[in-house]
């Protein structure tokens, strides 16, 4: 079975910096693109960036492009999201998500979900 745990959010002021990182397990993770969604109270979830299994191809909503970074390490099957000049619009909650196949930016395509770790940046 697979599971997706995320951490490192937290309250940061605009213009701050935070790094999420999700452990994945039950799952030959190399094999699996991952991906980081979010969503804020009363809006829909969200893409914000995705990697393929290797590593090689990264993918990035155009509101957080220059911003963001994901990256992974398939040795400790962990996903990392590097997030900086944070604003107060990033306030969301940030969930890890698992595929096979194709890439996909859309929700419904991502097979498993992490329970979701907070984010909030104060103006």
């Known amino acids: 079975q697979v599971q997706l745990v995320e951490s490192g959010g937290g309250l940061v002021q605009a213009g701050g910096s935070l790094r999420l990182s999700c452990a994945a397990s039950?799952?030959?993770?190399?094999?699996?693109?991952m991906a980081w969604f979010r969503q804020a109270p009363g809006k829909e979830r969200e893409f914000v960036t995705a990697i393929s299994g290797s590593g090689i191809n990264t993918y990035y909503a155009d509101s957080v492009k220059g911003r963001f970074t994901i990256s992974r390490d398939n040795a400790r099957n962990t996903v990392y999201l590097q997030m900086n000049s944070l604003k107060p619009e990033d306030t969301a909650l940030y969930y890890c998500?698992?595929?096979?196949?194709?890439?996909?930016?859309?929700?419904?395509?991502?097979?498993?979900w992490g329970q979701g770790t907070q984010v909030t940046v104060s103006s």
């Open positions: 998500a698992t595929k096979s196949g194709l890439p996909s930016t859309t929700a419904i395509a991502f097979r498993s």
């Open positions: 039950g799952l030959t993770f190399s094999d699996y693109r």
